[in-house]
């Protein structure tokens, strides 16, 4: 059975590769949010594996989310990703709910999977 | 406009100093008399001779301090008049026996005494006080006229310049019969007496009720001049009674010479003092406006002001929204002051400035009120400028921080934009790449595989420039995190170890943090690109609401603040209110310092 992935970003363009990537890699995405609200709500109904969630949104961090989905547990897994790097958010990408963190550059599936564990 | 200035300054300097030759005649005399000795008393009674031909010169010293101090009033040069007046009367020691320069001098001898009264009736104010006072001067004038006509024209044996009976009589004698001639001066001598009587009364009133502040300078001349006054009115009565009635109201003896010596020796220095005690009030009020600290104001200005003028109530005005107001703020009424008081107005092209509230007495002195209006409207100028510099000082720091705020704004929207626009393109590049490397699969043909995973190194490695460049417009840990981490993050990247000592809790205002991170990353950029330094220690810490950190490298040292780099970031600690300093450090390098101000 593939692992089910919620991939939450504001970039469409790097949401339609990273779709393409991650399912040739083995993922199943099974759902795409555009921001950090849309993103719990999505992960509240489908309850995927991992979500990846940009730690830059639109209406609230990545790291509101990713401790709205902890909360919740809507999602086993929670990444965080950005066009930044880790140091950049020092102790707080730490400090967050998340369970990994992986720069965006470097994203792959192999790289999801050391994250989620 | 200076050379004017100075040559008119000059000019007063100079006449100021050749006055003081006024002083070579009364000495001249003095000598001549002390010299020759003929004069009858010389011998009699040597002591009182010697300080009563020094009072002349006395008299003219204080007339000519009086004069300088102040200049423009009548009493210094009468009172330089009575001490030549003082002399004349001993002209017939000097002049021939028998013309009439021995009588003419002593007929003008007499006008010391209206003079005198005038001077210490009129001291300090040069200004009679009140009828009483300008009754008793006017008549004293006119019974030395009377006298001094007597002198000429009807001079009795024994009465004349040497009073000895055998003197020649006046060659402008007119009244030769003995008694009347008699008669006439001694009914004049005993008249003056009772004047002198009220002048000394008058010295006194005024003496008791001075004001505390006019005391210090007015009370030895009006002391010694009651004294002198009492003296001279006793001398009158006295030698009307024992000579026209053989009855000596004043025994003889050395009691009475003792007071009579004393007064004549007091009175003139007592003039002396109270003269020299005088300020002279423009020098004052220079000092006011030359003084080290520059001319002062508000109350400050009216303070000095007051010393200066010896106006203990001098009180400044400005206009108010409601009329005028003092320099404490609250209104004063111009319309409403007592009689006693004076108002002068200023203006500056026909809108008034400033009033100076003052005795009303200053008006007899138009120098003095002009001096006074120039300190103050040089005052008031003085804090216009100063006001209107604070205010563009004010505009321009106000300025430099706006530009500094929408300098990092605009860093901030290029950062977003190379993070959302290029940094992104890129990014999806890569993550395109790697599922074209995954679709491809391994068996896939490996020059292209090669070229796949150097396309995707290359890629990388823009994301991570285009990730730097970012990052050093506008550090995202700096926004998140807060300065502390955000230093923590620097020294981490630098390329040579940097030792840290951060004690910085919480927030600061972004202002401050933003400006402390931009120093820090240039101080450290520049350690690492020319300081030849192997190692750098970043501190930090807030304390007193002040943000203190320092970047101390082991480096070659040299760095100076001319260079533009430092310039920019001294511009840019000084748009927060903060300083920058480069010194060697003690072991060799450089310390950067810099203090910001933080408390919100």
Redesign the interface.
């Given at each position: 059975m593939r692992t089910t992935l919620l991939l939450v970003d504001d970039?469409a363009?790097?949401r339609?590769?990273?779709r393409?990537?991650l399912e040739?890699?083995g993922f199943d995405v099974v759902g795409e949010a555009a921001d950090g609200r849309s993103g719990l709500a999505m992960a509240e109904r489908l309850h995927p594996d991992v979500a990846l969630v940009d730690v830059?949104l639109p209406d609230i961090s990545g790291f509101e989310v990713a401790a709205g989905l902890r909360t919740s547990d809507s999602a086993r897994r929670i990444i965080l990703i950005s066009?930044?790097?880790e140091?950049?958010?020092?102790?707080?990408a730490a400090r967050s709910s998340a369970d990994g963190f992986i720069a965006?550059?470097?994203?792959?599936?192999d790289m999801v999977r050391a994250a989620s564990g | 406009m200076t050379g004017p200035v100075r040559g008119r300054t000059a000019a007063r300097h100079w006449t100021a100093t050749a006055r003081w030759l006024l002083l070579v005649p009364p000495i001249a005399m003095a000598y001549a008399m002390l010299a020759l000795g003929t004069h009858p008393t010389a011998a009699e009674n040597p002591l009182p001779y010697i300080t009563d031909t020094l009072t002349g010169i006395v008299l003219t010293v204080a007339g000519l301090l009086l004069w300088s101090r102040r200049p423009g009033r009548r009493t210094g040069p009468l009172l330089v008049a009575a001490g030549w007046l003082w002399y004349v009367g001993d002209a017939f020691i000097v002049a021939p026996s028998g013309t009439l320069a021995p009588y003419l001098g002593f007929a003008l001898h007499g006008f010391y005494d209206p003079i005198l009264a005038l001077v210490v009736l009129s001291f300090p104010d040069d200004r009679l006080p009140g009828r009483a006072e300008r009754w008793c001067v006017g008549a004293l004038t006119a019974l030395t006229v009377a006298l001094a006509t007597v002198r000429l024209f009807a001079t009795p044996p024994g009465f004349g310049p040497g009073y000895a009976p055998s003197d020649p009589s006046s060659p402008l004698l007119v009244i030769d019969n003995v008694d009347t001639a008699l008669g006439l001066n001694l009914f004049l001598r005993f008249l003056i007496g009772p004047v002198m009587f009220g002048v000394a009364a008058l010295a006194v009133r005024r003496l008791v009720t001075l004001r505390p502040s006019a005391r210090y300078v007015a009370a030895p001349v009006l002391a010694g001049g009651a004294a002198w006054t009492t003296f001279i009115a006793f001398g009158s009565i006295d030698g009307f009674l024992s000579y026209a009635l053989g009855i000596p109201i004043l025994a003889d003896g050395d009691v009475w010479n003792s007071i009579g010596y004393a007064t004549r020796v007091l009175g003139p220095l007592g003039i002396l003092l109270g003269v020299s005690r005088l300020r002279d009030r423009t020098s004052s009020v220079v000092e006011i406006v030359a003084g080290p600290l520059g001319a002062p104001q508000g109350s400050d200005l009216e303070g000095a002001l007051r010393q200066a003028f010896d106006d203990s109530s001098l009180q400044l005005a400005y206009p108010s929204a409601t009329g005028w107001a003092g320099a404490d703020g609250q209104p004063v009424d111009l319309d409403g002051l007592p009689p006693s008081r004076a108002a002068t107005i200023l203006d500056s092209g026909g809108v008034p400035s400033a009033a100076i509230i003052h005795d009303e007495v200053l008006l007899d002195d138009p120098t003095l009120v002009r001096t006074l209006t120039a300190v103050v409207r040089l005052a008031v100028d003085n804090e216009r400028l100063q006001a209107d510099l604070r205010t563009q000082l004010e505009e321009v720091r106000a300025s430099r921080a706006r530009i500094v705020e929408a300098a990092d704004a605009e860093r901030r929207r290029v950062e977003r934009d190379l993070?959302?626009g290029a940094?992104?393109?890129?990014?999806?590049l890569?993550?395109?790449l790697?599922?074209i490397r995954?679709?491809l699969g391994p068996d896939a043909n490996p020059a292209a595989l090669a070229e796949l995973d150097a396309a995707a190194v290359e890629?990388?490695a823009a994301?991570?420039e285009l990730?730097e460049l970012?990052?050093g417009l506008d550090?995202?840990?700096l926004r998140?995190?807060g300065l502390g981490?955000?230093l923590?993050?620097l020294a981490?990247?630098s390329p040579i170890p940097v030792r840290t000592d951060l004690q910085i809790d919480g927030r600061l205002p972004a202002r401050v943090e933003t400006t402390a991170w931009f120093v820090s990353a240039e101080a450290l950029a520049n350690v690492a690109k020319h300081a030849q330094a192997t190692t750098a220690t970043l501190t930090a810490r807030v304390a007193d609401g002040w943000l203190r950190l320092s970047v101390a490298d082991n480096g070659v040292g040299g760095a100076d603040l001319s260079g533009s780099g430092l310039r920019g970031l001294v511009d840019r600690v000084a748009a927060t209110d903060g300083m920058l300093t480069v010194q060697p450090a003690p072991g060799g390098g450089t310390v950067l310092a810099v203090a910001i101000p933080c408390a919100s």
């Open positions: 970039h363009g790097f339609a590769r990273a393409v990537m040739a890699e830059q066009g930044r790097d140091a950049e958010y020092g102790e707080r965006k550059a470097d994203l792959s599936g | 993070h959302d940094q992104q393109r890129l990014v999806a890569a993550v395109s790697r599922t995954v679709r890629v990388k994301i991570d990730r970012a990052h550090p995202a840990i998140e995190a981490p955000a923590q993050s981490d990247r």
